[in-house]
């Protein structure tokens, strides 16, 4: 498959759980980055990654974890989560860090994750 | 701060009507300014950035330092226009997004 993809598609999980959201980019990018998109805050980033080191960590309480074992894998390891943190998740790569061209975003399709 | 403001939550608009989407941005120093397009069912995707000076699907967005603006502008809205519009800043090493703006085209 080509592009950012990501799995699961949906999830749902209780308070008490422990899942992880997986992504997964095709494009030879160096740079990853995990959103929030809720009807609230559109689109709030949480994480940036730049050669599988984390660069950006957007006041994200610590129930959320990422992980970036090699510059095609991003991970957001979930536990402990609320009610609000139900959401979509969205992983998105770009080349690099650098201004111009090289910034374009590319998108997953997000996880619908849902938090009874 | 570094900020980016679209100050509508939806438009509606009839198909062949003129279409500008607003965004308003503040950022010390020269922006880069993106639009970002999501329509139903489908992932979040670059439109257009304000560099390239280009004109994608009709749609055109001239930077104007002295307003401090990026509207998107097309003369002639069609229906597959229907979308989530986000219009983004680039800042040292990420994307900041605006809130969005819903635009509807009634046939």
């Known amino acids: 498959e080509t592009g950012v993809t990501q799995t699961p598609r949906h999830l749902v999980m209780g308070m008490t759980n422990k899942k992880s959201l997986k992504c997964e980019q095709h494009?030879?990018?160096?740079?990853m980055y995990w959103y929030k998109q809720s009807a609230k805050k559109p689109l709030e980033l949480m994480f940036v990654?730049?050669?599988?080191?984390?660069?950006e960590n957007n006041s994200v309480p610590s129930r959320f974890s990422p992980e970036c074992p090699n510059s095609s894998h991003l991970f957001l390891h979930l536990h402990t989560l609320q009610p609000e943190d139900s959401a979509l998740y969205l992983c998105?790569?770009?080349?690099?860090?650098?201004?111009?061209?090289?910034?374009?975003?590319?998108f997953g399709p997000g996880t619908r994750l849902t938090v009874l | 701060a570094q900020r980016v403001t679209q100050p509508e939550k939806l438009l509606s608009v009839f198909k062949g009507a003129p279409v500008e989407l607003k965004c308003n941005y503040s950022y010390s120093g020269s922006p880069e300014l993106f639009w970002y397009v999501q329509y139903s069912r489908q992932r979040l995707q670059l439109l257009l950035r304000?560099?390239s000076r280009e004109s994608i699907k009709g749609f055109t967005a001239d930077l104007n330092k002295g307003e401090t603006s990026f509207h998107l502008k097309k003369p002639f809205a069609q229906e597959e226009d229907s979308a989530m519009y986000y219009c983004?800043?680039?800042?040292?090493?990420?994307?900041?997004f605006g809130t969005g703006t819903r635009l509807q085209v009634f046939p």
């Open positions: 304000h560099i």
């Open positions: 983004a800043l680039y800042n040292t090493d990420k994307l900041i």
């Open positions: 494009l030879g990018h160096n740079a």
């Open positions: 998105a790569s770009s080349q690099d860090l650098a201004g111009g061209l090289r910034n374009e975003q590319f």
């Open positions: 990654y730049s050669l599988e080191e984390r660069v």
